[in-house]
C-alpha cells in the first residue's frame, strides 16, 4: 500500500499544527505566522493550515493578489502552461497522494481552461480544490474583462462551489472546500474570488478547515443489512467481488484483499479500481467492462452472488443492463448513498466507508461460500480467453509487447498514467498491476490529453524512489504536449511513452467496426517527431522502430534522471481486443473485428 | 491482436437465464417488471442562501428528472427555505431525486411526503367581467375572493388543491378567461408530524427501496 494512504481527515492535520486549537467553529488558529491583513492572506493562510506543500496554476490579472501571497509561502506552487495541465496535475497528486491537489486559475479563459479538469475529477471523485480569479464583485453581471460565471458554469461538474463575497470569511471559505473535496465520497470543490475580495483588509485568521454542517458522512453500514448480506455470501455458489475505484479512494484495498483471500472469492476490478487487488493473485480476474479480460467479463455474467464494492456501475463497466450480471443478487457497498440502486439495483444496499463495511463483514461471514467448481470455471476461463496476442519479428513493433516490456523494467510500484485511447486500454490490460494508487487515468470523462499533466502531478506526489511511466497516443499527447516545458523545468523524472500509430487509433477502429472503414478526420497526414520535439522542448528524446530496439532504448529513458519521450512506431492497424459493444452484453465479447 | 485465442465464440457461450429491467432490478425472465410512473410530492428543507435554487432545479434539467412544480419560500427560521417539489418517476426515480437532493451541500432535509399531506396551490384567475354577478356566484362556490375589478376585468384568488383548482378553472371559462397564473402546490405533514427537519441528510440513507406505490391525495 501507499505510503501515503493513510486517510487524511483535516480535523487531524489542523491539530497536529495546532493542538490547542479551540473546537468552536470560529475558534482563531494558533500560528506563529504574522497576522493576516488580507483576503489573499486569508487564503494562502488556510491553505497552509489544510497541510497543502504543492499548488498547480497560471497567473492572471484577477487570481494576482493570491499569488502575490503564495510568492512568500511555503507551498511550491507550479506553474503549468495550460490550465488544463494544472487541474489534471492537480488531480493526479490527489490520486496519489490520498488528499486534495489544489490548482488555480485566473478568471474568465483561466476559469474555463480548468473545467475539463475540474469536470474529470467530478467523474472520477477525485479530491481536488480549485481556486479562481473572479473580476471585483462591483462588475460581476456586468460582462466585465474576463469575467465568467465560474460557479455557474461548473456547477455540475463540482461537488460544490463557492462564490467569495467577503475578505473576514474567504479563508473558512477556502479551508471548508478543501475539507470537502477530501471527505466521504471525494470529488473537486472550487472557491470563486473576487479580486476586491482577496485584496479586501482583515485581520481574521482562517477558522480550522471544516465541512459544513449540513454534510455528513455515513461510516458504519446498517448491521441488519450486513448479517443479512453475510448469510447471502455464505450461500452463494457462485460469488465474484467487483472492487472500484472507491477501495482505494477509502484505502480499503488491504480489507478487500483479505476478505477476498480468506473466502477465497474471485475478484474483479473496475478500470478505476486497477491496483485494489494484486492481479498477478490466482483469484484476480483483472479488469471488466468494454475492454476488460474475457475471464473477468464471463465470470460477472455468470456469477450468481455480485458483491460490489466502491463502483458507481457505470456503463462502460456494465454494458446493457439488462444483461449485466443477470443472475447475480448484489452487495453493494458505497459511501455515496445516490450510487445504490442508480445504475444497478442492490438487493443489498450497504452505505458506508468502504474499509469500514469490509470489515463488518468480515466480522459477520461466518463460513466461506462452497465455490470449489466455481472458482475452477474461473480458471477455466482465465486459460480459455487468455490475453494472448502476437508479435511477429518482421511486422512492426506491438504496443502490447511495449507495455509489458516497460512494467518488467520497472519496479511494482512504478505509477502509471495514460491519455485517452487505445494506448490507454492496452496499458490497463497489458500492465500488472499490484498496489493501489500507481494507476492514474481519466476513466469517467475519458479526456484526451490527461496523461502528461498526470504524469507531473503524480510525480510531485510520489516517493523518490517511485517511477512515474505516461503512455500517451499520439493525438493525446498532441493536446497537452506543452507541459514537457514544465516537466524539464523543474527537472521531472518521468517516462513518456507515445504508443504512435499516426491515427487517432481508437476513433480509427470504431470506424472500421460500425462506420464502414471510412477514417473521417482519425488519420493524420503529418505526425510531428515526437523524440525531437521532446529535445526542443529540453528533454531526451528516443525513437523505437522494431524490436531490436525496445529492450535498450527502455532502459535509457528510464535511467535517464528527468523527464524523457519514447516516440514508438507501433502498427497502425493494431486494436483492441476483447471488446464489448457499447450497450452490448459483458458475456458476449468479441475477440476480433469478425466477432462484433 | 490475430484471433488466436482459445475459447467460444460469443454465440456458443452459455447465457445465463436471469436478466434485469431496465431499472437494473433483477426480474423473472416472463415477467418484465417496469416501475410505472407516479406523482408525489416531495419537501426539501434547504439553507436559505443565493443559489439554491438553481442548485435544485440545475440538479433536475441535468438528471432529466421529470418535475411537474417547484415552490420555494422562507419558514419559520429565517436561514432556511422550504421546496416543494412534485416529481412524476417510477419508485427508482423518486428515490433517486430524493438521494440526489440530500447530496447537495446546502440541503439539510428531503422527504417524500406520505399521501395524506395538506397541499395548497393558489391560483389568480383573471376574467371578462361581463356578467358581474354570476362571477361572484361561482367564485363563492369554490370559496374564492374577488381580490381587482375593473369595468372589463374581475380577478379571483382562490387558494386549494389542484384538482379543485382545475375545477375552478373550468367553471370561470364560460365568462371567457383572459389570464391565470398558479404558483403550484406549497405541502407540509399533517399534525406533529415533521415534514422535512428530521434526521440530518445521511441518516435516512440506508433504508430499503420502497416498493409499494403510494399515490398522494389531492383533496382538502
Ligand atoms: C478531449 C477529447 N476529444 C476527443 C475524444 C474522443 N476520442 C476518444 S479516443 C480518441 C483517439 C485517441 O487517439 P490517440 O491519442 O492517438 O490514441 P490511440 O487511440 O491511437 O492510442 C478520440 C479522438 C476524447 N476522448 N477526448
Given at each position: 500500500?501507499?505510503?501515503?494512504?493513510?486517510?487524511v481527515?483535516h480535523?487531524?492535520?489542523?491539530?497536529?499544527?495546532?493542538?490547542?486549537?479551540?473546537?468552536?467553529?470560529?475558534?482563531?488558529?494558533?500560528?506563529?505566522?504574522?497576522?493576516?491583513?488580507?483576503?489573499?492572506?486569508?487564503?494562502?493562510?488556510a491553505?497552509?493550515?489544510?497541510?497543502?506543500?504543492?499548488?498547480?496554476?497560471?497567473?492572471?490579472?484577477?487570481?494576482?493578489?493570491?499569488?502575490?501571497?503564495?510568492?512568500?509561502?511555503?507551498?511550491?506552487?507550479?506553474?503549468?502552461?495550460?490550465?488544463?495541465?494544472?487541474?489534471?496535475?492537480?488531480?493526479?497528486?490527489?490520486?496519489?497522494?490520498?488528499?486534495?491537489?489544489?490548482?488555480?486559475?485566473?478568471?474568465?479563459?483561466?476559469?474555463?481552461?480548468?473545467?475539463?479538469?475540474?469536470?474529470?475529477?467530478?467523474?472520477?471523485?477525485?479530491?481536488?480544490?480549485?481556486?479562481?480569479?473572479?473580476v471585483?464583485?462591483?462588475?460581476?453581471?456586468?460582462?466585465?474583462?474576463?469575467?465568467?460565471?465560474?460557479?455557474?458554469?461548473?456547477?455540475?461538474?463540482?461537488?460544490?462551489?463557492?462564490?467569495?463575497?467577503?475578505?473576514?470569511?474567504?479563508?473558512?471559505?477556502?479551508?471548508?472546500?478543501?475539507?470537502?473535496?477530501?471527505?466521504?465520497?471525494?470529488?473537486?470543490?472550487?472557491?470563486?474570488?473576487?479580486?476586491?475580495?482577496t485584496?479586501?483588509?482583515?485581520d481574521?485568521?482562517?477558522?480550522?478547515?471544516?465541512?459544513?454542517?449540513?454534510?455528513?458522512?455515513?461510516e458504519?453500514?446498517?448491521?441488519?443489512?450486513?448479517?443479512?448480506?453475510?448469510?447471502?455470501?455464505?450461500?452463494?455458489?457462485?460469488?465474484?467481488?467487483?472492487?472500484?475505484?472507491?477501495?482505494?479512494?477509502?484505502?480499503?484495498?488491504?480489507?478487500?484483499?483479505?476478505f477476498?483471500?480468506e473466502?477465497?472469492?474471485?475478484?474483479?476490478?473496475?478500470?478505476?479500481?486497477?491496483?485494489?487487488?494484486?492481479?498477478?493473485?490466482?483469484?484476480?480476474?483483472?479488469?471488466?467492462?468494454?475492454?476488460?479480460?474475457?475471464?473477468?467479463?464471463?465470470?460477472?455474467t455468470?456469477?450468481?452472488?455480485?458483491?460490489?464494492?466502491?463502483?458507481?456501475?457505470?456503463?462502460?463497466?456494465?454494458?446493457?443492463?439488462?444483461?449485466?450480471?443477470?443472475?447475480?443478487?448484489?452487495?453493494?457497498?458505497?459511501?455515496?448513498?445516490?450510487?445504490?440502486?442508480?445504475?444497478?439495483?442492490?438487493?443489498?444496499?450497504?452505505?458506508?466507508?468502504?474499509?469500514?463495511?469490509?470489515?463488518?463483514?468480515?466480522?459477520?461471514?461466518?463460513?466461506?461460500?462452497?465455490?470449489?467448481?466455481?472458482?475452477?470455471?474461473?480458471?477455466?476461463?482465465?486459460s480459455?480467453?487468455?490475453?494472448?496476442?502476437?508479435a511477429?519479428?518482421?511486422?512492426?513493433?506491438?504496443?502490447?509487447?511495449?507495455?509489458?516490456?516497460?512494467?518488467?523494467?520497472?519496479?511494482?510500484?512504478?505509477?502509471?498514467?495514460?491519455?485517452?485511447?487505445?494506448?490507454?486500454m492496452?496499458?490497463?490490460?497489458?500492465?500488472?498491476?499490484?498496489?493501489?494508487?500507481?494507476?492514474?487515468?481519466?476513466?469517467?470523462?475519458?479526456a484526451?490529453?490527461?496523461?502528461l499533466?498526470?504524469?507531473?502531478?503524480?510525480?510531485?506526489?510520489?516517493?523518490?524512489d517511485?517511477?512515474?511511466?505516461?503512455?500517451?497516443?499520439?493525438?493525446?499527447?498532441?493536446?497537452?504536449?506543452?507541459?514537457?516545458?514544465?516537466?524539464?523545468?523543474?527537472?521531472?523524472?518521468?517516462?513518456?511513452?507515445?504508443?504512435?500509430?499516426?491515427?487517432?487509433?481508437?476513433?480509427?477502429?470504431?470506424?472500421?467496426?460500425?462506420?464502414?472503414?471510412?477514417?473521417?478526420?482519425?488519420?493524420?497526414?503529418?505526425?510531428?517527431?515526437?523524440?525531437?520535439?521532446?529535445?526542443?522542448?529540453?528533454?531526451?528524446?528516443?525513437?523505437?522502430?522494431?524490436y531490436?530496439?525496445?529492450?535498450?532504448?527502455?532502459?535509457?529513458?528510464?535511467?535517464?534522471?528527468?523527464?524523457?519521450?519514447?516516440?514508438?512506431?507501433?502498427?497502425?492497424?493494431?486494436?483492441?481486443?476483447?471488446?464489448?459493444?457499447?450497450?452490448?452484453?459483458?458475456?458476449?465479447?468479441?475477440?476480433?473485428?469478425?466477432?462484433? | 491482436?490475430?484471433?488466436?485465442?482459445?475459447?467460444?465464440?460469443?454465440?456458443?457461450?452459455?447465457?445465463?437465464?436471469?436478466?434485469?429491467?431496465?431499472?437494473?432490478?433483477?426480474?423473472?425472465?416472463?415477467?418484465?417488471?417496469?416501475?410505472?410512473?407516479?406523482?408525489?410530492?416531495?419537501?426539501?428543507l434547504?439553507?436559505?442562501?443565493?443559489?439554491?435554487?438553481?442548485?435544485?432545479?440545475?440538479?433536475?434539467?441535468?438528471?432529466?428528472?421529470?418535475?411537474?412544480?417547484?415552490?420555494?419560500?422562507?419558514?419559520?427560521?429565517?436561514?432556511?427555505?422550504?421546496?416543494?417539489?412534485?416529481?412524476?418517476?417510477?419508485?427508482?426515480?423518486?428515490?433517486?431525486?430524493?438521494?440526489?437532493?440530500?447530496?447537495?451541500?446546502p440541503?439539510?432535509?428531503?422527504?417524500?411526503?406520505?399521501?395524506?399531506?395538506?397541499?395548497?396551490?393558489?391560483?389568480?384567475i383573471?376574467?371578462?367581467?361581463t356578467?358581474?354577478?354570476?362571477?361572484?356566484?361561482?367564485?363563492?362556490?369554490?370559496?374564492?375572493?374577488?381580490?381587482?375589478?375593473?369595468?372589463?376585468?374581475?380577478?379571483?384568488?382562490?387558494?386549494?388543491?389542484?384538482?379543485?383548482?382545475?375545477?375552478?378553472?373550468?367553471?370561470?371559462?364560460?365568462?371567457?378567461?383572459?389570464?391565470?397564473s398558479?404558483?403550484?402546490?406549497?405541502?407540509?405533514?399533517?399534525?406533529?408530524?415533521?415534514?422535512a427537519?428530521?434526521?440530518?441528510?445521511?441518516?435516512?440513507?440506508?433504508?430499503?427501496?420502497?416498493?409499494?406505490?403510494?399515490?398522494?391525495?389531492?383533496?382538502?
Amino acid at each position: 500500500m501507499s505510503e501515503r494512504a493513510a486517510p487524511v481527515t483535516h480535523h487531524e492535520a489542523q491539530d497536529s499544527e495546532s493542538t490547542d486549537a479551540d473546537s468552536s467553529p470560529d475558534a482563531e488558529l494558533e500560528t506563529d505566522a504574522t497576522p493576516v491583513t488580507t483576503g489573499a492572506e486569508s487564503v494562502v493562510r488556510a491553505l497552509e493550515n489544510a497541510g497543502v506543500e504543492y499548488a498547480f496554476g497560471v497567473q492572471g490579472g484577477a487570481i494576482m493578489p493570491v499569488y502575490h501571497v503564495l510568492y512568500g509561502s511555503e507551498i511550491t506552487h507550479v506553474t503549468m502552461a495550460h490550465e488544463q495541465g494544472a487541474a489534471h496535475a492537480a488531480d493526479a497528486y490527489g490520486i496519489v497522494a490520498g488528499e486534495p491537489g489544489v490548482c488555480l486559475a485566473t478568471s474568465g479563459p483561466g476559469a474555463t481552461n480548468l473545467v475539463t479538469g475540474i469536470a474529470d475529477a467530478d467523474m472520477d471523485s477525485d479530491p481536488m480544490l480549485a481556486l479562481t480569479g473572479q473580476v471585483p464583485t462591483e462588475f460581476v453581471g456586468n460582462d466585465a474583462f474576463q469575467e465568467t460565471d465560474t460557479t455557474g458554469v461548473t456547477k455540475p461538474v463540482t461537488k460544490d462551489n463557492t462564490f467569495s463575497t467577503d475578505a473576514d470569511a474567504v479563508g473558512d471559505d477556502v479551508g471548508e472546500a478543501f475539507a470537502l473535496a477530501g471527505t466521504g465520497r471525494p470529488g473537486p470543490t472550487l472557491v470563486d474570488l473576487p479580486k476586491d475580495v482577496t485584496n479586501g483588509e482583515t485581520d481574521r485568521e482562517p477558522s480550522e478547515p471544516r465541512t459544513p454542517d449540513t454534510y455528513e458522512v455515513q461510516e458504519a453500514a446498517d448491521p441488519e443489512i450486513v448479517r443479512a448480506a453475510a448469510r447471502r455470501i455464505e450461500e452463494a455458489k457462485k460469488p465474484v467481488m467487483l472492487v472500484g475505484g472507491g477501495v482505494i479512494k477509502g484505502d480499503a484495498t488491504e480489507e478487500v484483499r483479505e476478505f477476498a483471500i480468506e473466502h477465497e472469492i474471485p475478484v474483479v476490478t473496475t478500470m478505476p479500481g486497477l491496483g485494489a487487488f494484486p492481479e498477478d493473485h490466482e483469484l484476480s480476474m483483472e479488469m471488466a467492462g468494454m475492454h476488460g479480460t474475457g475471464y473477468a467479463n464471463m465470470a460477472i455474467t455468470h456469477c450468481d452472488t455480485l458483491i460490489g464494492v466502491g463502483t458507481r456501475f457505470d456503463d462502460r463497466l456494465t454494458g446493457g443492463i439488462e444483461t449485466f450480471a443477470p443472475e447475480a443478487e448484489v452487495i453493494h457497498v458505497d459511501i455515496d448513498p445516490a450510487e445504490i440502486s442508480k445504475n444497478i439495483h442492490a438487493e443489498y444496499p450497504l452505505v458506508g466507508d468502504a474499509a469500514t463495511v469490509v470489515s463488518q463483514l468480515a466480522e459477520e461471514v461466518d463460513s466461506s461460500p462452497q465455490a470449489t467448481k466455481w472458482r475452477a470455471q474461473c480458471q477455466q476461463w482465465k486459460s480459455d480467453y487468455s490475453m494472448a496476442y502476437e508479435a511477429p519479428e518482421d511486422e512492426p513493433v506491438k504496443p502490447q509487447f511495449v507495455v509489458e516490456a516497460i512494467d518488467e523494467a520497472t519496479s511494482d510500484r512504478a505509477i502509471v498514467t495514460t491519455g485517452v485511447g487505445q494506448h490507454q486500454m492496452w496499458a490497463c490490460q497489458y500492465w500488472t498491476f499490484t498496489e493501489p494508487r500507481t494507476w492514474v487515468s481519466s476513466h469517467g470523462l475519458g479526456a484526451m490529453g490527461y496523461g502528461l499533466p498526470a504524469a507531473i502531478g503524480a510525480r510531485l506526489a510520489a516517493d523518490d524512489d517511485q517511477e512515474v511511466i505516461c503512455f500517451d497516443g499520439d493525438g493525446s499527447f498532441l493536446m497537452t504536449i506543452q507541459e514537457l516545458a514544465v516537466a524539464v523545468r523543474e527537472n521531472m523524472d518521468i517516462t513518456v511513452a507515445v504508443l504512435n500509430n499516426e491515427y487517432i487509433g481508437m476513433v480509427r477502429q470504431w470506424q472500421d467496426a460500425f462506420f464502414e472503414g471510412r477514417h473521417a478526420a482519425s488519420e493524420y497526414g503529418w505526425c510531428p517527431e515526437f523524440d525531437k520535439l521532446a529535445e526542443a522542448f529540453g528533454a531526451r528524446g528516443f525513437r523505437i522502430d522494431d524490436y531490436d530496439d525496445v529492450a535498450e532504448t527502455i532502459e535509457a529513458a528510464l535511467a535517464y534522471d528527468g523527464p524523457s519521450v519514447i516516440d514508438v512506431h507501433i502498427d497502425p492497424r493494431e486494436d483492441v481486443y476483447p471488446m464489448v459493444p457499447s450497450g452490448g452484453d459483458n458475456g458476449q465479447f468479441a475477440l476480433t473485428e469478425d466477432q462484433l | 491482436m490475430t484471433g488466436e485465442l482459445e475459447g467460444p465464440a460469443p454465440e456458443e457461450r452459455p447465457t445465463p437465464e436471469g436478466k434485469r429491467n431496465s431499472q437494473g432490478i433483477r426480474v423473472d425472465p416472463e415477467v418484465e417488471a417496469e416501475h410505472e410512473p407516479r406523482r408525489t410530492v416531495i419537501s426539501a428543507l434547504v439553507e436559505h442562501e443565493p443559489g439554491v435554487l438553481s442548485d435544485v432545479s440545475g440538479l433536475f434539467s441535468r438528471r432529466q428528472f421529470n418535475i411537474e412544480s417547484l415552490t420555494v419560500g422562507p419558514t419559520e427560521d429565517e436561514e432556511r427555505a422550504r421546496m416543494t417539489i412534485v416529481v412524476e418517476e417510477p419508485d427508482p426515480g423518486i428515490e433517486q431525486v430524493e438521494k440526489q437532493l440530500r447530496k447537495l451541500v446546502p440541503v439539510i432535509s428531503v422527504r417524500e411526503l406520505p399521501s395524506d399531506a395538506m397541499r395548497r396551490e393558489l391560483a389568480l384567475i383573471k376574467v371578462n367581467a361581463t356578467r358581474p354577478d354570476q362571477v361572484a356566484a361561482v367564485a363563492d362556490m369554490y370559496g374564492a375572493k374577488s381580490v381587482d375589478a375593473s369595468p372589463e376585468t374581475a380577478t379571483v384568488e382562490i387558494t386549494g388543491s389542484r384538482q379543485k383548482i382545475d375545477a375552478a378553472i373550468e367553471s370561470f371559462s364560460q365568462f371567457g378567461i383572459r389570464e391565470i397564473s398558479r404558483t403550484g402546490p406549497t405541502a407540509l405533514a399533517r399534525g406533529t408530524e415533521d415534514t422535512a427537519a428530521g434526521a440530518p441528510a445521511a441518516e435516512q440513507t440506508s433504508r430499503q427501496q420502497p416498493t409499494q406505490t403510494q399515490t398522494t391525495s389531492d383533496d382538502d
